[in-house]
């Protein structure tokens, strides 16, 4: 073997792949949300890549309502503990995600009919799961999806048995549980200037009411052939004039068909697949790589334009394998949404991303 080739070979064993925590590190954090397996440290490779990669975790689903608070006065904090204490010996911050939103609530909860037991439940919800984590968590997403596209609020059970003051409530009753807290309103689309809107509107309204916001998060599930680019800039402006972080905080590019115009992140709508609906079974063409790469390093640009306003960046998932959008809105489909794909292995979207730094 010819020595140049060797020393190549040499060269890509040895070259540490770049991490997005330490080359960000000075701009915004890196965040991953983490399924209940990362948490319970069962999945090896996923865990060598959140330590080497990421300074804050989202968990995806363990403390949704439907887990930490399955009966009227039963709480199951097992997962969520879990998820503390290895953030904590990783030295990575958690944003708590969620504490109201209209998915995912335990059954009993959804057969109250009476006003006053809703009211019960989500002041008995957010102080005993708020307070129990102040000091440990670093952020709460205090309140989640609460507007419609066109920036009225959703027709949820909160809105219906609360009326309109349930978010500014949620606020009041967070701030008072856990004043360490950072606390933020959630929402997908928020950068279209309708539901932006609404988001102004409401965080305008938290503010006058004398209540503490902390920040906004951009859920940011785009398709890599379209992120609306002028949308998210505008939008970044508008919410940092409001004086509170902004966070892009699902971030996932996907490589599919939508089934519907237009991005979308409507949890309980799904449609049906087909093998049109699902083109890259076997991999993904290098042309889409591409496409999804140069999208990313777009979004990172400007991500860094605004470092000043931009607090943390969180992708939702580790890897491609993991995400969720292999089965929303479609079941069984094969996407490829992150940075790292089915082995962990960095993607061109994660160099792409790693070279927007040296662009600075
Ligand atoms: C998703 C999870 O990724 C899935 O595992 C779960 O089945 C449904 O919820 N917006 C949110 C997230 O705020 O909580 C959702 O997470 C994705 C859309």
């Known amino acids: 073997m010819p020595a140049c080739m060797i020393s190549v070979k040499t060269l890509a064993q040895n070259t540490e792949v770049p991490s997005l925590k330490k080359t960000f590190k000075t701009d915004f954090l890196i965040g991953a949300a983490v399924n209940a397996l990362q948490i319970e440290e069962k999945d090896l490779k996923a865990d060598r890549l959140i330590k080497q990669q990421f300074s804050a975790v989202t968990p995806e689903n363990v403390m949704k309502a439907e887990i930490i608070h399955p009966g009227w006065d039963v709480y199951n904090f097992d997962l969520a503990d879990k998820l503390v204490a290895y953030a904590l010996k990783n030295n990575i911050k958690v944003n708590a995600h969620n504490l ?142 409001l004086h509170i972080e902004v966070m892009f905080t699902e971030l996932d590019l996907s490589v599919l068909p939508n089934p519907w115009d237009g991005n979308s992140a409507e949890v309980n709508k799904t449609a049906r697949g087909s093998e049109k609906m699902n083109p890259y079974p076997n991999g993904l063409p290098d042309s889409v790589q591409h496409l999804q790469a140069r999208a990313y390093a777009d979004l990172f640009r400007l991500f860094l334009k605004y470092k000043q306003n931009v607090s943390r960046v969180t992708f939702w998932g580790v890897n491609d394998g993991q995400s969720w959008l292999n089965n929303w809105p479609i079941r069984g489909r094969t996407n490829y949404p992150l940075l790292f794909d089915r082995n962990f292995q960095p993607k061109p979207a994660f160099y792409s991303v790693i070279a927007t730094e040296n662009e600075k």
Request: aromatic share 10%.
């Open 100 to 241: 109201i939103w209209h998915s995912q609530l335990p059954h009993f909860m959804l057969a109250i009919k009476d006003a006053d037991s809703v009211r019960q439940y989500f002041a008995n919800h957010i102080t005993t799961v708020a307070g129990r984590y102040d000091n440990k968590v670093y952020s709460w997403d205090v309140v989640n999806e609460a507007l419609n596209e066109d920036g009225s609020l959703r027709n949820s059970i909160f809105l219906q048995k609360l009326g309109d003051n349930y978010i500014v409530e949620a606020f009041r009753l967070a701030q008072k549980a856990a004043p360490h807290t950072k606390l933020y309103y959630n929402d997908y689309n928020i950068e279209q200037p309708k539901k932006r809107a609404g988001a102004i509107a409401l965080i305008k309204k938290i503010q006058a009411a004398g209540v503490r916001i902390d920040g906004v998060g951009i859920q940011g599930h785009w398709k890599a052939s379209n992120v609306p680019m002028t949308d998210i800039e505008e939008t970044i402006k508008a919410f940092a004039a």
